[in-house]
């Protein structure tokens, strides 16, 4: 019976489990394209964003194997509770051994994970530059200036030193995890060895046939699988909920711009003026920007000229909506930006920034999006 539910449930979880994952990073995706610009610069964000994709990263996170657990986790149960009345009736001690054991295991499996989400945070970071140097290094645009600068050196050497320093916290996890894993098959021995021992006793003293000893004998081993089936699974369960608990953190940020229903933009050349406006990077001592004030009159052609670095394309990105200001306020048309619907006034800027992407579409799409 516990078969057949089993290939019942199984049967059916396949066509729910990849529509689940997937709806999962559809939103995350979406998610990602729409929220304020500022965060996506920020290298706390994109932590924070690492942590929260690791669920919808493959068929073997919890979004696709939710199914697959619950169903585990039903039928061990259910053949958990059959056996249990079995082997009560030859002796409760040995369901009661069996039981405590494997409530110890899954507590060490529970301290295990926790330990990890923990420090999850400190080797993310190391991934996420080592990715970042990677990247770089694959990237024909940056493959002349690694020639040019002689730099391929410098690059090596702190490729493995952020290697090395990721590879320090993998042994640290894997230390812990092997610790609880002999810790599982030193409590797993005991649990079967006195759960065996009792039942060499009974058939010892004359309480049990030769036919009842095999029958107990395949019933206890049978037990210990359902107990260790409901403890593991939960267990994984338990550790990659620690995973959903990133992504909602994650889809939980809220965004500073307002994407609220806003006032109406004006419908000619409005004036923009900058107000005691700093702004300082993610990380940065010093403001990028510090205490400017202008006033741009509608119509009015601006030239902004000064050295690389001088904030130039700050100051234009704050113009535009992408950036929040550390200090002062941004006004256009007299109403602040945060007045308007962040999306609706994107739609009124038009900006070529110096770098930029081409879509490998026709010119024509790639001025229009298909908006023609």
């Given at each position: 019976?516990v ?13 729910y ?6 709806s ?21 964000f ?15 996170t ?7 657990y ?50 999850k ?12 140097v ?33 590879v ?41 046939s ?20 409901i ?59 510090k ?21 130039k ?34 739609k ?7 770098k930029?992407d ?15």
């Amino acid at each position: 019976t516990v078969n057949i539910i089993y290939k019942l449930l199984q049967a059916n979880q396949q066509k729910y489990a990849l529509r689940n994952r997937m709806s999962f990073m559809s939103k995350l995706y979406e998610g990602a394209m729409t929220c304020d610009y500022y965060k996506i610069e920020d290298p706390a964000f994109q932590t924070k964003m690492q942590k929260g994709t690791y669920i919808t990263m493959s068929n073997d996170t919890i979004t696709e194997k939710i199914f697959s657990y619950i169903k585990d986790i039903f039928s061990n149960i259910l053949g958990l509770v059959t056996y249990s009345v079995l082997i009560w009736t030859l002796s409760p001690v040995i369901v009661i051994v069996l039981f405590i054991t494997t409530v110890v295991l899954y507590y060490a499996g529970k301290i295990n994970a926790d330990w990890t989400q923990k420090n999850k945070e400190k080797w993310i970071d190391k991934d996420r530059r080592i990715n970042y140097v990677l990247r770089v290094l694959g990237d024909l645009d940056s493959a002349k200036d690694v020639r040019l600068y002689g730099i391929a050196g410098w690059f090596d050497r702190l490729y493995h030193s952020l290697l090395g320093e990721r590879v320090e916290w993998s042994k640290k996890s894997e230390k812990r995890s092997f610790l609880a894993k002999l810790l599982t098959a030193t409590l797993t021995l005991l649990r079967d060895g006195l759960a065996y021992g009792i039942l060499i006793f009974q058939i010892a003293k004359g309480g049990l046939s030769a036919s009842e000893f095999v029958f107990y004998f395949a019933l206890i081993g049978q037990y210990s699988h359902y107990l260790w089936g409901i403890i593991n699974t939960y267990n994984t369960m338990y550790s990659q909920s620690l995973g959903v608990t990133n992504y909602r953190e994650l889809m939980d940020d809220k965004d500073k711009f307002n994407h609220a229903e806003g006032i109406p933009f004006p419908q000619y050349a409005p004036e923009i003026e900058f107000r005691n406006v700093s702004y300082a990077y993610p990380g940065a001592n010093t403001n990028t920007i510090k205490d400017i004030s202008f006033r741009i009159h509608g119509g009015e052609k601006i030239a902004i000229v000064g050295l690389n670095g001088a904030g130039k394309t700050t100051l234009i990105k704050l113009m535009c909506g992408l950036y929040l200001p550390k200090d002062g306020e941004i006004v256009v048309d007299g109403k602040p930006i945060s007045a308007y619907n962040i999306e609706n006034y994107y739609k009124n800027i038009a900006a070529v920034f110096q770098k930029i992407d081409m879509l490998p579409l026709s010119i024509q799409d790639n001025l229009t999006f298909g908006k023609v």
